[in-house]
């Protein structure tokens, strides 16, 4: 399928549908930003876990470790880094390999040159990953992925792409593959921060952020909308994270390559769909039910649980970690 017309559209609703959000973004900056300390080391890791890296494309992959068994992998989403996994990861230590990876550009992973269309791709990023699993010993194994919004894009693609070494799969609060691109093109408004990213030239939307990364992330987590959000604490980590050089870019260029990445890991899941245990996990009051309704397109039905987290929005982790806990325990057992 041709993704002429797609991006077309895309691009298009910038002036039509982000042009008051420009206006409200461009008034947010007037406030002090705050950025972090370029040379600084950036917060990152978990307690009780061990830090290492591992060579990906010629890029250092940072990741936790802690426990022993069957490796589990956890993936963070945007504007995260791996310390999303706080509240969950420690409950599962005692009987699996907890895994946590700072996506390629973010926490204390290396960033790759700028290419909107191949060094951020969710396959890419599963690539990376796998590179972390081989690393720890896990290259023969099968490894269960858990992945929070775009890290739910990537543990998808890592099954896709890795399917004989998935033994089961958790997506939270991550629509999967083109179904996003629907998403944000019924709802522009609601995530304005993909108008913003796509609706500018290349670099603009970077360098209106640079300095400005605790106003710009933070109208992201602190949205008046229902539920909870990250704690204060997190935020402070995250924005410090994000205000690393290469960071912000590196959060960007996901976005950007959708069109075809995305589409690279539909084509995978149309020739076959997934056959392991699937999860699909919303927040009551954001995605709710349709992450594991839509991961049924690319996955045997039968296979796939729906579970919508209570009192919870985009954050689950952090918002209800107790139920999250419960259901990977589930997925974990079937």
């Known amino acids: 399928m ?4 797609e991006l077309t559209k895309r691009r298009r609703r910038w002036p039509v549908t982000a042009a008051a959000t420009a206006l409200t973004v461009a008034t ?6 705050g950025a972090a300390d370029a040379a600084g080391t950036p917060p990152g890791g978990l307690p009780g876990f061990k830090d ?35 509240p969950v990861a420690p409950a599962f230590t005692k009987d699996h390999t907890v895994i946590a990876v700072d996506l390629r550009g ?16 969710a396959l890419t990023q599963a690539a990376d990953v796998h590179a ?3 690393h720890l010993g ?9 992945g929070h919004d775009v890290g739910g894009g990537v543990a998808l693609a890592y099954a896709a792409k890795y399917r004989d070494q998935v033994s089961q799969l958790a997506v939270l609060e991550a629509p999967p593959t083109t179904w996003y691109l629907k998403l944000v093109a019924d709802q522009p408004n609601f995530l304005w921060w993909d108008s913003f990213v ?41 924005i410090a994270a994000y205000s690393r050089p290469g960071a912000t870019r590196s959060g960007f260029d996901f976005f950007r390559q959708q069109e075809k990445g995305e589409q690279e890991v539909q084509d995978l899941l149309d020739a076959q769909k997934l056959t392991v ?18 991961l049924k397109n690319v996955a045997v039905p039968a296979n796939v649980t729906t579970a919508v987290a209570p009192n919870a929005n985009h954050w689950v982790m952090e918002e209800n970690p107790q139920f999250v806990i419960d259901q990977l325990r589930q997925l974990l057992a079937r």
């Open 106 to 121: 973010l926490g204390r992973s290396q960033a790759s040159p700028s290419d909107a269309y191949g060094t951020q791709t």
């Open 52 to 86: 290492g890296y591992a060579i990906s494309d010629g890029l250092r992959i940072h990741y936790a470790v802690s426990g022993h068994g069957p490796a589990l992998v956890l993936l963070h989403g945007w504007p995260e880094t791996l310390q999303a996994w706080e």
């Open 132 to 134: 972390v699993v081989e």
């Open 277 to 294: 245990p699937v999860l699909g996990l919303g927040g009551e009051y954001s995605m709710r039910d349709s992450i594991g309704e839509d």
């Open 2 to 5: 041709s993704l002429a017309p």
């Open 28 to 33: 947010l900056f007037t406030a002090t930003g």
């Open 138 to 146: 896990f290259g023969g194994a099968r490894i269960a992925v858990a």
């Open 198 to 238: 796509n609706g500018q030239q290349p670099g603009v939307p970077e360098q209106l952020v640079a300095g400005r990364e605790k106003v710009f992330y933070g109208s992201v987590f602190n949205r008046d909308i229902p539920g909870g959000k990250p704690s204060a604490k997190s935020q402070q980590e995250y």
